[in-house]
Nanobody, 115 residues
């Protein structure tokens, strides 16, 4: 069964931290780059961070660079997003997907940052 399950969202004050996780079925995770996206009402889903299967190279959107860190545990088929120095504008639903196809999505996890 093809599956992506995000977890770890919640309500946090500005300046705080959260760690998101995304558990994927092997069919999606193995041999694939993975990424995190986020979406707010009325806006398109935007890229946040990505990580390669080979070598674990990472890239980030300018808006989160230096504050967020993506990582993966290939033994657990899980990708993580560590979010630090959170800002109210980081409030969104966060999704993971495989790259570059972006053909499967989880249900997302809500992150709310209060000022």
């Amino acid at each position: 069964q093809v599956q992506l399950v995000e977890a770890g969202g919640g309500l946090v004050q500005a300046g705080g931290s959260l760690r998101l996780s995304c558990a994927a079925s092997g069919r999606i995770f193995t041999n694939n780059d993975m990424g995190w996206y986020r979406q707010t009402p009325g806006k398109e889903r935007e890229f946040v961070a990505g990580i390669t299967w080979i070598g674990g190279s990472t890239n980030y959107s300018d808006s989160v660079k230096g504050r967020f860190r993506i990582s993966r545990d290939n033994a657990k088929n899980t990708v993580y997003l560590e979010m630090n120095s959170l800002k109210p504008e980081d409030t969104a639903i966060y999704y993971c997907t495989r790259l570059p196809r972006r053909d499967y999505w989880g249900q997302g996890t809500q992150v709310t940052v209060s000022s």
